[in-house]
């Protein structure tokens, strides 16, 4: 095969006919197991760092409750959720996604917002960000992404040219870019910004009727960030600064809290809503689906062993309890496989028994049997098998979810590219924005994307021009771009844009 033509293949040489879209049923989805391509890039990353998470691997943590403030049983049969006043234990991790265990804390990074609520029917997990949104919406691109925020291969030094190339060919981003580039990109701690749960999830009543929901959790300290120079500076003066914060603040009994809150969408207003409500690049917006509160988070108590309770803590959004349940969200359906088949790889096949994984408030009974590190009583004499006739624990039909209609073509179905995707983008920067906001926005994005070449610079300005014009013109200026060629490669279609930079 000559080297102008290569052919991507899985592992054993088979050709792939598609590196953007995972197989599902139907163009909304799910994902289905049978993309054994899909399978294997998921799996394959997972074990890319040993013993270092691949993201999120900087960390802290502390432990808490929950306490249930209004009532949702009309929503969710959740018993944790069923009462006012009810009060549920709680770990949180938050961390930094992109960079090493050794990174600064206020380096230019979402922020990962991960919360275990030890629940009496089991575990769930919430496992979020500080954004509400975020760069893909297929797990088939997570891998070649977050290779991007890494070391380039041949320097092992960050590469502007590999971060923006991908943004720029992947213009789904532009919405968590402009958040990624504002000061919310550099929050001044833990404490004091927001978590959103950005996927949708499932709720579901004691009837079986369902909704979508999707988890907000404001910071009641308020928001602080640090705008670039700021965040550049802490990173000699401070590394740990985020770190040190959170352990301090509980020290002196300065107890951190959020407010929680769901929006929340019925299946009908679903199926007609103006896009995708599954995509994860998107917004809610309020006006549509007004947040209400539902709980409070509260975090009084640091953990008593680092590697113990925050290392070793591992969060996934398939660690749901009845009454909550997965969305058909492409990029969902690839986290619910792929963070504990992590786990799994990064602390062994029994994590779950770990103290700071196993359930407090439900007891644990399965047939999964023996593997390294098993040190609990691994069963006894009991049966090992399902089916059996001794008295094992036996499943109830009673929890299983509440069916919904999943149809289409199985095949690899590609989101159509769309002024939608730019809209929102739009809306952040000219309607949220401060004239500051704005401001340091394009002299964090100049600052950076000044570090890549000419032909990504132009892709990218005119993505940030679709999205508003004056944010394009600004971006280009600051680069010192031709204004007029980056609108013309604006009014492109993507395809035709990538074919005039590379000419």
Known sequence: MSDSKKTLTLGFGAPVDNDLNSVTAGPKGPVLIQDVHVVEKLAHFDRERIPERVVHAKGA???????VTADVTKYTRAKFLSKVGQKTDVFVRFSTVGGEKGSADSERDPRGFAVKFYTEEGNYDMVGNNTPVFFIRDAMKFPDFIHTQKRNPATNLKDPDMF???????????????????????????????GYSSHTYMWYNAKGEHVWVQYHFKTLQGIQNFDGPEADRMRGVDPDVATRDLHNAIVKGQFPAWRVEVQIMTPQQAADYRFDPFDITKVWPHADFPPMEIGRMV??????NYFAEVEQAAFSPGNFVPGIGPSPDKMLQGRLFSYPDTHRHRLGANYHLLPINAPKAAPMRNYQRDGEMRFDGNGGGGPNYWPNSFGGPAPDPSYALP???????????????????????GWLYRKVMTDTDRDHLVANIVGHLKGAQKRIQLRQTALFHKADAEYGERVAKGLGLDANEVKKLAAMSQEDRVKATEA
Not at 299 to 304: H, T
Request: overall charge negative; charged content about 20%.
């Open 61 to 67: 943590g502390a432990h808490g409750h929950f306490e």
């Open 164 to 194: 923006w190339d991908f943004l720029s060919l992947t213009p789904e981003s532009i919405h968590q870019v402009t958040i990624l580039f504002s000061d919310r990109g550099t929050p001044r701690s833990y404490r004091n910004m927001n």
């Open 299 to 304: 975090l009084d108590r640091n953990p008593e």
């Open 403 to 425: 069916p919904i209609d999943v149809a289409g073509m199985a095949a690899r179905h590609a989101y159509v590219l769309g002024d939608i995707d730019f809209v929102q983008a």
